[in-house]
């Protein structure tokens, strides 16, 4: 299964750090993605990691703010958001999608295997 944590309640230009940690499985064989569903809006895919870490990529709205990464001792993906806007309100979710280990070719946000339940960040005054 996959968790996230991390989200709250932030000031605009603020920043949050999201971890996703997985359990009874390895990251280390798994393209990571995150993902976002604001109120009333479809769920979107905002970034992912290859499972080797070597390629990483970005929706338009977040590159230069959001940076993914990944911590294999500790099986966790991190999302860090900086200077975040109300826009990034959202319910923000990890995926898994099995690839090969070591995979640095591409990530992807669809076929995913597994789901967390999301966490909450609002971006407010």
């Known amino acids: 299964q996959l968790v996230e944590s991390g989200g709250g309640l932030v000031q605009p230009g603020g920043s949050l750090r999201l971890s996703c940690t997985a359990s009874g499985f390895t990251v280390d064989f798994y393209n990571i993605g995150w993902f976002r569903q604001a109120p009333g809006k479809e769920r979107e895919g905002v970034s992912c990691i290859s499972s080797g870490g070597g390629y990483t990529n970005y929706t338009d709205s977040v590159k230069g703010r959001f940076t993914i990464s990944k911590d294999s001792a500790r099986n966790t993906v991190y999302l860090r958001m900086n200077m975040l806007e109300p826009e990034d309100t959202a319910i923000y979710y990890c995926?898994?999608?099995?690839?090969?280990?070591?995979?640095?070719?591409?990530?992807?946000?669809?076929?995913?295997?597994?789901w967390g339940k999301g966490t909450l960040v609002t971006v407010s005054s």
């Open positions: 995926a898994a999608r099995t690839t090969t280990r070591g995979n640095n070719r591409r990530c992807e946000y669809y076929g995913m295997n597994y």
